[in-house]
Every structure is written in C-alpha cells, then in structure tokens.
C-alpha cells in the first residue's frame, strides 16, 4: 500500500537525524525518554488510520495542551474574551530564552507562549477542575487513554520558578481569572497529561475535520480556523516560520517529544519523538512531516493531490 | 451576478472605515493621496477578473515589492543562498517602530522587514540594474503599466536615514552582495514602483496559480510556497496574526496602501486604500479582504465552497 | 548665621518647583502625603545639625532602606558574599519602567535596583528578623524613633505583583537565601520604615564620617566607601547620573520622598519632599541639595572650601 | 623615596595580571601592540612626576579622546547645547555589545558611548578641523607628541561600519550638526591620535587641578566637574561600577591600553598596558590603579592623606 510504505520509508530516514537532537532536560523527569523513539500516527478523512514506529509510547503532551486549552476557551468564553487575554501576533523570541516579562506590555503575545498559556488555563481554571478538563478531553479524543503523568506534574511544580514569575506579572496586570496557584497548578497538570501518539490522533483529526466529531460539530469552525492560523504562525517556537515554509501546515510542539499536525480537510497527524532540536521541537518529528509532507503533497501552498 | 453584488456591497462596508485610518506621513510624497480611495480586483481560476472602486489610481507598491524580489532572488539564485542572508521567521516587532539593528543577531529575521529586504534588494542589484527588475517585472505581471514614480522615489532616497543604519549593520555582518549606495537605490527604486491595482492583480494571480502565467511555469512551485508562507507569516508587519486567524490567507501590504492576497488555486486579489490602520496595513484594504473571504469561503482552515 | 541662611533660602527657593512634581501613587497609602512639604536636616563634622521646614514629618524611607540593608550586609557577610548576589554596575533602566526579569542575565545589577535589594533582603533574612533589623537601625541611627508603618507596609504588601515575579526569578536562579515569602515580607517592612529628616541624619553622618559612630568605627571603612560609590553611580534611578553631574555628592532617593545625602567627611543631609519627578526622586529635595552643594561647595570635583 | 617604590612594587604586582587579558582585535593594526607592556605615569599636585614602565610607548588614545571632546564641546558650545545632543546617565550595556540603535531613543545616554562621541564629534567637527583640534590639544597637553597614527585610522575607516550605523541613526534623529562622512572622519582621527603615557598625563593633571595650566583657568570649574562626574560613572564601559567602588576615582579608558585617572586636587595618573579584560579596559592598568589608590588613599570615599 502506498501511504503505508511512503511513512515507513520516511520514518527510516527520519531516525538518522536522532543523533542530533537531545532530551529536554530542564526537568530530571523527562530525561529519562529514549532519544531513539520515533513514531507516527496518521488519521485520514476516509477514516483509516496508519502508524509506524513508536505510537504506543506515552509520552507527556506539555504545549499541546495549549491547543486544547484555547479550545476550551474559545468554546466556554468566545473569542472576545479569550483575546482580551492574549494576543495573536508571532513573538520572535527563542525557544532558549524562553518568555521573558519584558515579551508583553500589555498582554501576552498569543495563546501559545507560557505566559498567554497561563493566561488561558487561569480562565479555564475558573469555570473547571483539572478532573473535569481530563474527563472532558478524554470524552473527546482520548477516549479515556489521557492521565495525568504525577512523577512529570511533581517534577515540573518544583521548577516552575519561572512560570511563577509569568504568573505573578499576570495578576499585576489583571490578566489571571483564577487564583495564582490554582492557575499555576492547572497549568502544570494539563502540561503533565500523558498519552501515546496513537491516543492524540483523534485531536488532529477534530482539527482537520473543521471541528467536527463522528459527524458533529463539537468546535465552531471559526474556533478551528483560528487555532489553526496560530498553529500556523507560532506553534513550533522559533522554528514555526522555517516549517511554514518547508512543511507548510499547521502544527503545535511540545517539550515531551510529540508534534500535533494538521492537513485541513484531510488528516490529522501526530508524531513522538523525545530528542529535541536547537528551537525544543521534535527533530525526528519533524524530518518526518516534512518528508511525508513532500510525498503526499500536504503544503499548504503547493498543488494538492488527494490522500 | 454574485461575486460582483458580494464585492460592492463589502466596498461600501468597508469604506465607513476609512475615517479612522491616517495616511503614511514619514516621506510628504505619501501625505497626498486620497485617504478616501479604496478598490479591489480580483482575478480568478477561470481567467475572470472583478473589479470595484479605485483600481485604476497608481500608487507606489512599497513593501509589495518584496514580494517580487523574493521571488526573483529565489529564481536567480535559489533558496539555500537567499536563506543563508535572511531568514524565515517572524520577527514579533511592531511596524511604528520600524526595525532596528537589534533585531538581528546573526541574519535579518525574514526577507519582508526593511534589512531582510534591503539584503535581498542588493543580491539582486549584484546581478542586474532596476531597469532589468522593471522590464522583467512589467514583462510578467505589469504589462508595461509598472512606472518607477521619481518623485517618492526621491523622497523615500532623501528620508532613507534608517535604511542607511540598517544598510551599514548589513555591510558589517557581510550581508551585503552588492555596494551600499548601489543595494539603497534600487531598494528604494522597487519600493517606489508604480502601479494600480488592477495591473498588479496577475502578480496576485501568478502566486495563486502556484507560479504559472498563461501555463508556463514561470516559477518554481517550491519557491511559490515558500513566498506564500511568509506571506503569511510575515506579510502584514505586526498585524500578521491577526489577519491569518481573521482572514486565513497570504498576503503582503505596502504602506502605499496596497495589499496582494493569495487564494491558492482559486484566485488572486490586490486592494487599494491609503488610510492606514495603527499596523501600518491599510484600514479598507483589510476590511475588504475579510468581508469577502468570509463571504467566498477564502479562509485556508474554513471547508472551502468553490468561488 | 551663614549656613543657616543659605538653607532658608535654598528651601524658599526649592518650594517653587513643587507644584511641578508628583506624589507616588502606585500604593493608595503613598497619596495620603503633602506635596507641598520640604525640609532638609544637616549634621556637620563638628556636631552641629541644621534644620528647615518639614524635618519632624515620618514619612516611609523606601528604597533608602536599600542603603542599610547594604550596610548590613557586608557588615555580617562580607562583599565577596554580598557581590557574589548582585553586581556593582549601573542598570541604565528608568524607573518607570522599575526593573524587569531581562535585565538580569546572571544576577542583579546592582544593589539598589529592587531586584537586587530583594537578593540582600532574602540574605539578610536568612540570619535575622525585621525585628532585628529595626532595633538594630534604631540603636546605631534612629534613636528608637524607626517604627513601622504598618499601613504602608500593609497596602505595599497587597501590591507586591512585580515583586512577586522579581522574587521568583531569583528563586530560579538560586539568588534567594532565605523562603521567598519571609524574603519579600522582610523587604516590604523595611521599605515602610518610617522616620523624619532628623531621624535619619545620622544615617547620612555616619556615612560621611566614614562609618563611626560617637568615635567607634561602626562599619568597615571599606564598606562604607563601596556603599558610597554605588549611592553615586546608581542611587537616584535614572537621574543618578545628572544628580552626580549637577550636584556632585552620594545620595539615595526613596519614592515616600527621602534623599539622603552625604558629603564625604564633611556632612550628612536628609531631605524630605514627597512630590517626585519624571524618574521617581523628591524634586524639592534635588534642588535644595543642588543649591546647596552649589553655596557649599559640596561638589566632589569642584574645589572644596570649608563648611 | 616612598612614592617611587610603592609605584614599582605595584607595577610588579600588576604585570602579573596580564597573561589574563587580550588585546583589542577588532582592527588588525591593534594586534600588533606588545600585550607584555604595562607602565604608569603620575604627575602630582606639587609638580612632582613619577613613571614606571612602559611610559614612552606610543599609543592611540582611542576612547580617552571623549574626554577631550567633550571639554572642548562644553568650552566652545556650553553645557546647554551638549546636553541637548547627549544625556548624562549610565548606559548599562556591556562592552562586548558595543551600542546599538535600540539603545537611545531621544538621543545617546551619555558621551562615553559610540554614539554619544559621535555626536559630540560632529559638533566640533561644525567649528574646527582635526588639525586644530590636533593643534589645540598639543598646545594644551600634549607638548607636540601628540600625532595621528595614520595606521590605525586608515584601519579603523576601514571597520567602520557599525560608526556608519550609529552616524545614520544620529542622522535621522537631527543629532549631527557636521556633515555625516566629515563627522565619522573627525570621530575616527581623534580616536586615532597616538601619544604615551608621559604625554597623556598633563591632561590628566589639568583635569585634576581643576581646569588649571600653569595657573591660567584654561577650562570653568564647572565644565571639569561635569567630565570627572561623567567619568567616574560611565568611564569605563560595563566595568565603571566595578572601578568606582574597588579604585574610587574618575578615570576614561580606550582600547587602545590607556587609562586616564584622576584625584582631584591632588594628581593626574595616566597607565598604558593594551592586555584588555572582558569589559575591554586595560587590565594591568586597572589592577595598577587600584594597588597604588588603596596604597595612597585615593579613593573619594575613603578618608584621605596626602600623595
């Protein structure tokens, strides 16, 4: 079968660059991933679904949590609300340097740096528990494979000086909806749930299929279309514009190894592998979308065959 | 006819607001144009062109300009070389302050702010005179109707202090392939450029057509990918993320008060309205633009209807 | 007598620029003063003190608190512990920015922008209490007059956002030496020290007779010539360097609108005008020591005459 | 003799300091300076000159010429005008960024920094030649031995874009009162004058004795004050704290291995040694002051005996 040989071919080539990458290690926890894992799992609009490699490792979601989170937010609190409390604007600043205080005046950037990220989970804090954001995720895409990684959320809560610092500037600028440590602690746990390539699929699908679940509209499709454009524009740090342009659709990293990505109208995709590049993203997942991009025709912006 | 009601009807909507947009003020040449114009043509698939409002007024393309260097440095010269001077991210900075040295450490951010531009606008002049980017630009898309306008021209050379800032960092960073007066002139030239809206739209509709003019690949595919992602991206200085989430497509302004948007595979489109908004963009052009992506189904992350 | 009327005049004089200040009202508490109050004390080598005008007002020392935390800490630490915590170089940041997390990579500036005098609170709270710290200002300079202002301290602690984040930040970079909560409480009580002009003159005399005290040699000769180099170059925010200029003395500004001053063997001032300037620093008070300097030939590099 | 020997021994000490520096790189002719080279020249308030070490090797003068700038500025232009075009305060900015753009807004933060001197440069350059200015400085201080190394300047244009920049920047902001190429040529010549420690030292003495020459008040008191308050807080680039509070006396250093030093009232000090520490101020030179102030009492805050 093509599609199969296609993403098996790709994840051979993709695995030499592992070497070059290295594990996220700002948190003892997630050292202990196995650089060398990689995988795919592909959801096309036709309902068929491919894997290779490693897909049924878990692995913790970290940022991607941010798409959720937006999501929830545009849903519960619309988005009038929700960008009066972040910005939509690519940041330019470097993975390495993380966010900085100084990186808003007003308010954060976009919903998917750490201080727009706390801005978000504070407004979601406010109306849910983190069980009923897992339940609810759960219900939705994880079809109840999502948990809360407790070594990874403790790890993360002893070192998150940082995002305390983001947190406290938050509240000075009326921008927390929620208490601080309520918020703080939101954060860290959606940060620190746990699944597989395989159980994440079906979030990129809802986004590919516009919103839509087993034939109903879960998302409005101007939710979708907005989390998308920022997936588009900032969802892989600094390196967001180089795969705009190289793999040219929307996606949204995490430090855990995984890459959510997304075909509009025709697949969602989901790639793990822990061995980060210069800008934090997955380098393997990212030779492999870009490979698997080029061969099924994906860009955004080039001539597109069908899946 | 439905197009032609969809496009009057969001003109006059548009034009209520004008009022609160200003004219470019840095060089006199732009105080005196009409801040009340504003037109749009669109040239789609089937070869059918639409026009409304001020599409005949000349105007100085400026930053849209950019847009054809890029692709000329990306045909003459190809991408490692164009990216090894600029690169493709975001740069988070917002138009009132132009862009300044510290913005760049190792290479300008990406080809669409002044240096970016700058550098590009000399690898060009290394190879040919403006005369040549005239005739070749008139030969593709202007069908002679591209005028260099000596007056701004003049203007923008006799308020170009910024740019002479950036233009020395660029020299010290060896980022310059041609000479320094030399790389200024013809940068300043292609921003002066002269054109209406309805000559630049087969610009619009050479991009959405993924490089072919009249079925000749005219160029490369890759190379109209990786134009169309940091249109993007970058396109609309610190407006860009809003007009991807809000309007879903490429596009590039100039502070002329042109905007070239792309709807890949279905249509080009070029607006015109000098009254600019607080991003520098102009405040119809963008107006225009939503009102009808919203109304066409433009938004590359909404289902799509055919135009 | 002739000081006397110098100092009459300077204050008459002085009082004319007050209606071009204004009072700190990041805290409610702050607003509660009189701009319209001046004075200024002077205790000079040989004993004898002057005063002027609003000398028996208690106002908040503030960031003059920063200079006796500083005092204390080299005195039980030593400077190779005390600089191994904050630098010894001038920040170049207004002060209506205060200070942000970018600007400091490795540690603090100085010790007297608030991050830094944050680190040297949290130093000196790992070895005493306030408590402590207050019977033991009050024993070497207050005479049992220091208190605390337990409204202030209250309404500064309820708007300690920014601080919050500062503190967190050197949590992050293992600069706090003692709990962050106990840290901050200490800061903030030290900044709502309350006292008069004449209740802190013997601060600044203790300073200009190089640190003894009724003839015992209080502090470290050394310590107190460090202390006054850093009250020089960064003592006044961002007007330190016109201070130095125009005035020519050691000073360090507090925003409840305290100067204290010193003239090296010679003197020690105290000034109180609650109405600030653009930078956050008495604008009565700098121009009373301006005048002053000026009649007295204060200025360390011009040529001295006698008090 | 006690001040002969305390110089010497000093000068021993020192030397072993210089294995730990680096010459200044950034124009090959720097390179070719003996980095071994360390020696100090002291002329006190009695008349009295005392050398030791290298004090006949010639060097350029480099960022010491700011201090002549700026007297003759404020000796021909007032302190009103110079401080229109130049602040007063600490920059903040580290050596090895050199100043960028972004670091002045309204204009450059003092006239120590690049683009300050620049400023200061044109405005002379409105008024004089470099050969008057080269002329007056000789008949003031430098008894004829000062020259330009036509070496270095030739060299120094030839590096000289990042002084483009800032010229075009100060441009833009209407800080140049010269024509922008004439400016950037003063700058550099002035930079480039070469002189030895033995010649430097009568400006350092003229600074010291209060404007004086041979009893003649050649520059106001006042204009002195200014220049040694601007020194001691921003003499030596990112290090200026360091000194102020370790050495405690005004002091202007160049690239080139001079540093001016300054007791006011009691000697004028000049030491040559090109081996540059991390902040790019001589590294035995420093080393050498502070042994010699703590040995004769130098430091402005430490009581003082005489020289």
Request: hydrophobic content about 40%; proline content about 3%; some cysteine.
């Amino acid at each position: 079968m093509k599609i199969k040989r296609i993403v098996e071919e790709a994840l051979e080539e993709s695995k030499q660059l592992l070497d070059k990458g290295k594990l996220a290690d700002y948190i003892p926890e997630l050292t202990k991933a196995n650089p060398r894992h990689l995988g795919i799992s592909i959801l096309s609009k036709d309902g068929k679904k491919f894997s290779a490699g490693a897909v049924k490792e878990s692995f913790t979601i970290q940022s991607i949590s941010k798409v959720i989170t937006l999501l929830f937010c545009l849903d519960f609190f619309g988005d009038e609300k929700v960008f009066s409390l972040v910005g939509r604007e690519p940041s330019g600043t470097p993975f390495s340097e993380f966010i900085t205080l100084s990186d808003f005046t007003d308010k954060p950037k976009n919903p998917f740096i750490n201080s727009g990220a706390i801005a978000l989970a504070s407004l979601l804090a406010s109306r849910m528990t983190f069980e009923d954001y897992l339940a609810k995720s759960n219900e939705l895409f994880g079809q109840g494979d999502f948990k809360l990684n407790q070594a990874v959320y403790t790890s993360e809560l002893a070192h998150s000086e940082r995002n305390h610092s983001l947190a406290w500037e938050l509240k000075r600028m009326k921008l927390l909806s929620a208490d601080l440590e309520t918020s703080l602690d939101f954060y860290t746990k959606v940060c620190a749930i746990e699944a597989s390539a395989e159980n994440l699929v079906d979030l990129a699908f809802c986004l590919a299929n516009y919103g839509k679940i087993a034939n109903k509209q879960v998302f409005k499709q101007r939710d979708i279309a907005t989390t998308l454009s920022l997936m588009l524009t900032c969802g892989l740090y600094d390196g967001s514009g180089d795969f705009a342009a190289a793999v040219g659709i929307p996606a949204k990293s995490g430090v855990g190894g995984g890459i959510l990505a997304v075909v509009p109208g025709r697949a969602g995709l989901v790639t793990f592998g822990p061995a980060l590049d210069y800008n934090g993203n997955s380098i393997g997942g990212i030779e492999l979308l870009r490979i698997i991009s080029d061969q099924l025709d994906f860009h955004l912006f080039l001539p597109q065959a069908a899946i």
